[in-house]
Nanobody, 115 residues
Framework: QAQLVESGGGLVQSGGSLRLSCAAS????????MAWFRQAPGKQREWVAG???????NYADSVKGRFAISRDNAKNTVYLQMNSLKPEDTAVYYC?????????WGQGTQVTVSS
């Protein structure tokens, strides 16, 4: 049974930084595309950043230049480094793994940015 476990969320002041981790218990992790999504209260879940199996990255305009996604295939882990955090970044952050028809989600980790 595949499982994704996020960690690293918390409370931080505006302008601060956090690094989220997502540990994946999946076979052939390196073949998965990985992504981070977030969902703020009362809003739909939105895509934040993605990294392909080949290491290519993409970002939502709202986080470009502030967030960085990376992966360590030896540790079956994907990271989201978040810098210059803003109150509007407050949300539950979710990790997603995708490979063909195999799609898995983590349970989420709360990030709260105070002004």
């Amino acid at each position: 049974q595949a499982q994704l476990v996020e960690s690293g969320g918390g409370l931080v002041q505006s302008g601060g930084s956090l690094r989220l981790s997502c540990a994946a218990s999946v076979s052939a992790f390196s073949l998965y595309s990985m992504a981070w999504f977030r969902q703020a209260p009362g809003k739909q879940r939105e895509w934040v950043a993605g990294i392909t199996s080949g290491g290519g990255t993409n970002y939502a305009d709202s986080v470009k230049g502030r967030f960085a996604i990376s992966r360590d295939n030896a540790k079956n882990t994907v990271y989201l480094q978040m810098n210059s955090l803003k109150p509007e970044d407050t949300a539950v952050y979710y990790c997603k793994a995708a490979r063909g028809t195999y799609i898995y989600w983590g349970q989420g980790t709360q990030v709260t940015v105070s002004s």
